[in-house]
């Protein structure tokens, strides 16, 4: 069973428009939920995270929020840039590992 | 290097071969994660070490694969009778942390890219 989903395998936003990933769980345990990005031919690299006992989390262009009634996170990067094209996954921390999401493959586009 | 490497960066394997991935962690960290990445999927553990103790190895599929780290810095990952379901990128990761913790301490490397033929 997949405890964390990311529901959209893709998305296209234009430059400077808000993009908006969005991440699902089933576990009410997780302690951190964290956004990793991925270039292609590289290893995952870490973005933001937010603790279970917040509800939003911002670092410049990016603002994570925490719906946990809901189970649900996201990622909003406003403006959004070419160079943040990329695939994007949505993590949860439990007993010291992380569960992945599927990721989502965002393209901005000039 | 200052970075988690890896080796090799790509592998063919023929179907019933014995394959080793090896990762060399960023000195000093204590913890080590194996990851596999299925074509179009995201990460999934394998298994977790802290030094040389092996606390985790509840993601491993099967018992053809066995993972060591037996000085608590380098890690192979062993795979035995590889099978083209075993086709995927093998991402090694280490933190100075004991745990995955917050996940802003953990650094990925580029990962091992097998294909069973």
């Known amino acids: 069973d997949q405890q964390v989903k990311q529901n959209s395998p893709s998305l296209s936003v234009q430059e400077g428009r808000i993009s908006i990933l969005n991440c699902d769980y089933t576990n009410s345990m997780f302690d951190y939920f964290l956004w990793y990005k991925k270039y292609p031919a590289e290893g995952p690299t870490f973005l933001i995270s937010i603790s279970s006992i917040k509800d939003k989390n911002e670092d410049g262009r990016f603002t994570v929020f925490l719906n946990k009634s809901a189970k649900h996170l996201s990622l909003h990067i406003v403006p959004s840039q070419p160079g943040d094209s990329a695939v994007y996954f949505c993590?949860?921390?439990?007993?010291?590992?992380?569960?992945f999401g599927q990721g989502t493959t965002l393209q901005v586009k000039p | 290097g200052a970075g988690v490497s890896q080796s090799p960066r790509y592998k063919v394997a023929k179907r019933g071969q014995d394959v080793a991935l090896r990762c060399d962690p960023i000195s000093g960290h204590v913890s080590l994660f194996w990851y596999q990445q299925a074509l179009g999927q995201g990460p999934e553990f394998l298994t977790y070490?802290?030094?040389?103790?092996?606390?985790?190895k509840s993601g491993l599929p099967s018992d053809r694969f066995f993972a060591e780290r037996p000085e608590g810095s380098v890690s192979t990952l062993k795979i035995q009778r590889t099978q083209q379901e075993d086709s995927a990128v093998y991402l090694c990761?280490?933190?100075?942390?004991?745990?995955?913790?917050?996940?802003?301490?953990?650094?990925f490397g580029e990962g091992s890219w097998l294909t069973v033929v």
């Open positions: 990761a280490s933190s100075l942390m004991s745990s995955a913790g917050r996940g802003d301490t953990i650094y």
């Open positions: 070490f802290q030094n040389e103790a092996q606390l985790d």
């Open positions: 993590a949860a921390s439990l007993t010291g590992k992380l569960i």
